[in-house]
């Protein structure tokens, strides 16, 4: 399976998605995504957990972020996103983890401009990763959280859309 690029310097790129185990972004819904985030992605650090195939991140990227962190736990995985970015020479303003997203949390000294988080629907993941996500952000960044309708994010929102089976929750961090 195969992924496009919706924006930036590599837009129409193609990227590798992994076969199985992974529930990809759609394109319309990344598209929604960075369209209602409405900021400028120049400079930004971003973490993308649960990364999959580093769609999300790699998009942000593409859009001029200066750095991205993926976090993967599954192996198979974690190499298809080290070669889409090294396929888009990305690689070289990324890092690829290989770990469970809350041990990767916990341990996590850095901050980040957005975090973009997808997991497994319908585990209790989002709610019980995003609060703790949540501590990694600066001032002012936001944490993109994609859900299944069925699990609340129980947590402030400064916006929340819904797309099918699909909801994206935008949490701002303030101070």
């Not at 992974?22 to 993308?48: C, H, M, Q, W, Y």
């Not at 993941?125 to 944490?143: R, V």
Request: with cysteine.
């Amino acid at each position: 399976m195969s992924l496009r690029i919706a924006g930036g310097s590599r837009r129409s790129r193609i990227i590798t998605c992994p076969d199985k185990g992974v529930r990809p972004t759609t394109n319309r819904v990344k598209e929604a995504i960075f369209s209602a985030l409405g900021v400028d992605f120049e400079g930004l650090s971003v973490l993308d957990i649960f990364a999959g195939s580093g769609n999300l991140g790699i998009e942000a990227l593409s859009r001029g972020a200066a750095s991205a962190t993926f976090v993967e736990l599954n192996r198979k995985n974690a190499a298809i996103i080290s070669g889409n970015l090294n396929a888009l020479e990305l690689a070289q303003q990324s890092k690829v983890v290989i770990s469970p997203a809350k041990d990767f949390i916990k341990n996590c000294r850095e901050s980040y401009d957005l975090i973009f988080m997808d997991p497994p629907y319908d585990k209790a993941l989002a709610s019980e990763t995003a609060p703790l996500a949540y501590n990694l952000l600066k001032i002012d960044g936001i944490l993109i959280v994609e859900h299944s309708p069925n699990e609340a994010v129980d947590m402030e929102a400064w916006k929340s859309r819904s797309y099918g089976d699909t909801v994206i929750t935008y949490i701002r961090r303030t101070k």
